[in-house]
């Protein structure tokens, strides 16, 4: 199991921001960059970044991106608003190493054949929002007409094996992960399944740990010090 601590941007600083309202955001720091740093000194095998102003549709911070995949020693897996393949391109002219596309990108037949062209498989994921059981999009209204298993399967048919399910009536409130549901998902589709939203405790990693799932997205509570990354990783390492 892996930890990937978060870092959300908004206009160059680090924030935690509701999905479905922008209007919603809590700063926490003025440089992502030091906080990814100080996240990797801890001994973080990866970072995961979202770039707000991109998922917002109010700009972009690829510049900022860049200069933060340089400084690290760790790869760093990005996503926010990334479901055409000028945005992916430049993700990978920033240097990420793994890129989660939107599940538009997904259903789209055309663009997920597009998509696995261009980019290596291995280098992609899938970022998967949900919303009381189906697909939810900012910039995509159709997406609830998905269910989560659907757009999985058909991204795991692209050779795509690695997907970050973010359960938005958790996410930001530290009241605990839907680790069932992120479990039944894997368990179907035999895809790696992240699990994100709601992460609130080390107690929290062992549930998730236990479900044998592959990884967990850690944004707030690391931010006010629920845990610190080396508990995390101490945590997850123990034997069931």
Not at 25 to 50: K, L, N, Q
Not at 216 to 225: S, W
Request: some cysteine.
């Amino acid at each position: 199991m892996e930890i990937y601590p978060a870092i959300d941007i908004r206009a160059g600083r680090v924030v935690r921001a509701s999905r479905t309202d922008p209007a919603r955001a809590t700063p926490y720091h003025p440089d992502p960059i030091t906080v990814a740093e100080s996240y990797a000194a801890s001994g973080a095998r990866w970072i995961h970044v979202v770039d707000l102003d991109r998922a917002f549709g109010v700009g972009q911070q690829d510049a900022l991106m860049a200069a933060l995949v340089k400084r690290l020693p760790i790869p760093v897996q990005a996503g926010g608003g990334l479901w055409t393949a000028d945005a992916v391109g430049t993700m990978r002219d920033c240097g990420v190493q793994r890129i989660l596309l939107g599940a538009r990108a997904v259903a789209d037949e055309a663009t997920l054949e597009e998509m696995t062209e261009l980019f290596a498989a291995d280098s992609l994921g899938l970022a998967l929002d949900v919303d009381h059981g189906r697909a939810w999009s900012r910039d995509w209204p159709d997406a609830s007409q998905w269910t989560p298993e659907a757009l999985v399967n058909r991204a795991a048919a692209a050779g795509i094996g690695v997907v970050a399910v973010t359960d938005l009536e958790r996410e930001g409130k530290l009241e605990g992960a839907a680790v069932a549901e992120a479990a039944a998902l894997a368990r179907r589709s035999g895809v790696e399944v992240i699990v994100s939203g709601g992460v609130d405790s080390l107690e929290d990693l062992v549930r998730i740990r236990e479900a044998a799932l592959a990884g967990a997205i850690v944004g707030r509570a690391l931010l006010e010090r629920r845990f610190t990354v080396e508990e995390a990783l101490a945590c997850c390492s123990r034997s069931s």
